[in-house]
């Protein structure tokens, strides 16, 4: 192992956060002071935690009182590994998932005089680092401090060394797991053909499901302290798994069983070996394997008229529309898209609130229509704008119908209420897809790196606040029902009601127009600007 | 003392398959140090698995590959130590800036702070990108990448180079510069080993010529040697690469297009 080769892989590793952070890819300038301003300051908070919890600990006169602090303190200790350890995992997976996008220029340039062992550790270390080593490193000086004040300092140099361990153990699991996903879901993706679309939106799906399962599950009531007394006793029923053999090395050593204490140590030692040796062979093994292409079809090149020839399109702009489809069934990214209304659905039905959610899917399918491509098209401005539109607007109103349904079937709104929210969720996809549109095109980033994006940040925000305050707007006439929820008026009569969107539709469709000469507008200076 | 060798690569026997791909069919072949070698062949031939076994990247299947004096199964890591290699397409770190990348790799190629320096400094200014070293390398053109990889490849005197397309998307200026610096190493007992698709940069450049076909070698030799073989007298790279791997009929497939 060439402990220089490590040292240099993991600082290439650190800047990879560029891309994730997306900072301007030219001259591109950094403090070096502001990186680790951070990690100072995480010492300094833990310190600060530390001496507060010793100064009060110091000040407890009353003995029983003050056995039942150290006891407690000592239950964090045990239970802190097991503690870092779920924290890392998530964090280290969490950055893992974000870097999924951008794996193909993370990966490690092989020409060089590298061995996976290095590249394996330095990956290993680096995935640490950011706001786990933060975190880390906050716990960490607490627990040095408060030992000094409750004079436990050996239990406290052990809990920081198995801290130190077991974050290792949580982000060479990581990795193992990083390069299972990639070869398995490569497989997967190789073997079943065109079924890989469904493999694709269905993996999204249960990624998605089972993120928010684990999020209800921690906003569902539990404490902190709850989850430590968990922790703390539950590990050592399961202690025969080895990634709790760090914490259990604490408790036999708090409870002096000093051969046990050793035991374990070298077992967790002897596992995070283990691990660490899987991660270079499946590293060396399957480093560089790139997911092959996914063949859709084997069927002899027959072009034949589509669905949008026949309602009138031209052909480019059909052309436009059938690969904005499969640009949104085969790309990654875009496949969000479909499962983002499945999945707020599903929130919705979870978590029982009664938010209306019709306006986003419109919002966020136009701000990634523009998807790169369409401008090369031999397309006029009008035409590009056209297509973009219906398909947004088409695409937009299939999606409110299916959460309509289950809207409908869940919260059974009077009929007046169900049509006058239909009527609004129409008025608001029409109109709020023409802002996008315009948005979009203005704002559109052709730029794949450092990760694909259809549409500039700054573009995104603008066109984001512009549709939420034109909701508003939208949704104007409608405010004495959302006063009549709260109690504040009296409910609106069926005059009111039909005349709130009247008022509503005409507001929608000016802005619709106007928005729609603006997103024609950008057309052509973007075609333009294309040509030149 | 040093030990000076005939054959830089030396590949006897070597065969390498994926699935049911021949990549390699039991290639034999010599490339002597100091020499310009070059590999043709149509896309999917085998040339960029033989310039990855050469680099010990990929296990042969059957055979043996000694490169430099060094077997390439036992130590690769050795072997990229000493060799200087480009591929087809540069996938660099993009969120490093060029200065960045090339400090990077000179320090994994273990080069001195001093000569890292003049090094990089002379061939940032040679290909004309100084002055935007400090740009992110996502923000460069394709041609830049390519200068970037070259220069990485370069920058600790290797003793043998393994080139995939070389020569892609560099202006005229830096394309001459990097085909007489070629020249110039190769005099100074440095191999190159070059891969191309442009036959008058081969005919032009390189001392033997192989051609591969379907992961074999059709013909190995100086372009003499290669004219005798393919019975064309007189004729260029063009010709003889498609006699020998059988694609002559390129005036019935364009005549078919322009029906």
């Known amino acids: 192992m060439n402990w220089h080769h490590v040292l240099k892989l993991i600082s290439v590793d650190i ?195 089972a993120f928010y399962a684990v999020y209800f599950f921690f906003t569902s009531g539990a404490n902190f302290v709850a989850i430590i007394d968990v922790f703390a006793s539950g590990q050592t029923t399961v202690w025969f798994i080895p990634y709790l053999w760090l914490g259990m090395a604490l408790f ?58 026949r309602l009138g399109f031209s052909l480019p702009e059909a052309a436009i529309m059938r690969k904005d489809f499969r640009a949104f069934t085969r790309r990654r990214e875009l496949m969000y898209f479909f499962v983002l209304p499945i999945l707020i659905t599903m929130i919705y039905v979870m978590s029982l609130t009664r938010t209306p ?21 031999p397309v006029a401005a009008e035409s590009l704008v056209k297509c973009k539109f219906a398909f947004i607007v088409i695409f937009s109103c299939a999606v409110t119908l299916a959460c309509s349904i289950v809207g409908i079937l869940i919260v059974r709104p ?36 450092p990760r694909p994006r259809m549409i500039s940040p700054r573009a995104g925000l603008i066109n984001t606040i512009t549709c939420a305050l034109l909701a508003g707007v939208i949704l104007a006439p409608l405010i004495p029902y959302a006063g009549a929820m709260l109690g504040l008026l009296d409910p609106p009569s069926q005059s009111y009601t039909s005349l709130a969107l009247a008022v509503s539709g005409a507001i929608a469709a000016i802005v619709t127009y106007g928005f729609y000469r603006i997103a024609v507008k950008n057309a052509e200076d973007l075609l333009a600007e294309v040509d030149t | 003392m040093t030990t000076v060798f005939k054959s830089a690569v030396k590949l006897k026997e070597v065969a390498k398959r994926y699935a049911d791909v021949v990549a390699v069919d039991y290639v034999d072949l010599d490339v ?33 590959v000694n490169v430099l ?39 994994l190629y273990n080069v001195g702070i001093t000569e890292k320096k003049a090094r990089i400094s002379e061939y940032l200014k040679a290909l004309e990108l100084e002055g935007r070293e400090g740009d992110m390398i996502s923000a460069y053109s394709l041609g830049m990448k390519q200068k970037t990889a070259l220069i990485s490849a370069f920058v600790h005197r290797p003793q043998l180079l393994l080139l995939d397309e070389p020569l892609s998307g560099l202006d005229p200026r830096s394309a001459k510069i990097i085909k007489d610096l070629l020249r110039e190493l190769a005099s100074k007992g440095v191999t190159t080993i070059l891969s191309t698709h442009i036959l008058e940069i081969a005919q032009a450049m390189c001392d033997r010529i192989a051609i591969m076909y379907e992961g074999r070698l059709l013909a190995i030799g100086s372009m003499e040697e290669l004219r005798a073989k393919a019975r064309l007298p007189g004729s260029n790279l063009e010709e003889i690469f498609l006699t020998l791997t059988g694609t002559s009929d390129i005036r019935d497939v364009v005549e078919a297009l322009m029906e």
């Open chain 1, 15 to 209: 800047k990879s956060g560029r891309l994730i952070r997306g900072q301007r890819l030219r001259r591109y300038r950094e403090s070096r002071v502001l990186q680790y301003v951070m990690y100072g300051g995480s010492c300094l908070l833990g310190i600060a935690v530390g001496l507060l919890v010793g100064t009060v600990y110091s000040g407890v006169t009353d003995p029983e009182m003050k056995t039942g602090l150290l006891l407690n303190v000592k239950v964090l200790f045990i239970a802190a590994p097991t503690l870092v350890l779920t924290y890392s995992l998530i964090f280290t997976m969490m950055r893992q998932i974000q870097r999924a996008g951008i794996t193909a220029s993370i990966q490690p340039p092989y020409w060089l005089p590298i061995t996976w062992g290095e590249h394996t550790l330095a990956a290993i270390v680096a995935n640490l680092i950011g706001v786990q080593l933060a975190a880390l490193l906050a716990i960490v000086s607490t627990i040095g401090t408060v030992s000094i004040f409750l004079g436990e300092t050996p239990l406290a140099a052990l809990t920081i060394f198995a801290l130190l361990a077991v974050a290792l153990l949580a982000s060479a699991t990581t990795e193992i797991f990083r390069i299972l996903q990639v070869r398995l879901t490569g497989a997967v993706y190789k073997t079943s053909g065109k079924a890989a679309i469904w493999v694709r939106f269905f993996g999204s799906l249960l990624l998605f499901i």
């Open chain 1, 252 to 309: 036999s050593f708090m409870n002096s069983r000093i051969v046990d204490t050793a035991l374990f140590l070298l077992g967790a030692l002897a596992f995070l070996g283990a691990l660490f040796t899987v991660a270079v062979k499946l590293n060396s093994r399957f480093g560089l394997y790139e997911p092959p292409a996914i063949r859709i079809s084997r069927e002899a090149y027959a072009p034949r008229p589509s669905i949008w020839s």
């Open chain 1, 357 to 377: 959610y019709f306006e986003s899917s419109s919002v966020l399918s136009a701000m990634i229509l523009l998807v790169p491509g369409a401008s090369m098209a």
């Open chain 1, 414 to 449: 009077s009929p007046t209420l169900m049509l006058a929210a239909l009527i609004e969720s129409i008025f608001l996809i029409i109109s709020l897809s023409a802002v996008s549109l315009g948005a979009g095109i203005k704002g559109a980033s052709f730029v794949e790196v």
């Open chain 2, 32 to 64: 002597r140090k100091g020499e310009i070698f070059g590999l043709l062949g149509p896309n999917g031939s085998g040339k960029s698995t033989l310039l990855k076994l050469i680099l010990g990247l990929v296990k042969p299947d059957a055979g043996s």
């Open chain 2, 69 to 107: 004096g060094i077997e390439a199964a036992e130590n690769p890591v050795a072997i990229k130590a000493q060799a200087g290699y480009v591929p087809e397409v540069p996938r660099l770190y993009e969120f490093l800036t060029g200065m960045e990348y090339l400090d990077f790799t000179a320090d």
